[in-house]
């Protein structure tokens, strides 16, 4: 059986004031996230266009995975105080890829 990885895309808008507290606190879960079971990758971006939006990109090796990062400790302490500097509700996506790697790359 083949593995397929799952991407998981995250989009959140600071609050008005709080775009650089976001992007601290976004940025403090890289690490313990990088070192769980299962995490291939997770960046964090902001936009060029508009500097209160901000997206996490992840790889996972499984839903699985993704799905434990999700009840991890400081994964939920963040969205417990996410209401102090997201506005709205965040955006999230999961996806898998619809093309193997090299295939059609000849």
């Known amino acids: 059986m083949t593995d397929i990885s799952l991407t998981a895309i995250g989009i959140v808008r600071a609050r008005p004031g709080q775009e650089e507290e ?7 879960l890289i690490a313990p996230t990088v070192a769980e079971p299962g995490c291939i990758s997770y960046e964090l971006f902001r936009s060029t266009e508009d500097p209160a939006l901000w997206m996490l990109l992840e790889q996972w090796r499984s839903a699985a995975d993704l799905d434990a990062h999700v009840g991890s400790p400081h994964l939920q302490a963040f969205l417990r105080s996410k209401d ?23």
Request: hydrophobic share 30%; proline share 7%; no cysteine.
């Open 84 to 106: 102090e500097v997201i506005e709205g509700s965040p955006d999230s996506y999961r996806w898998v890829r619809h093309q193997p790697l090299n295939e059609g790359t000849k």
């Open 22 to 28: 976001l992007g601290r606190r976004m940025a403090a």
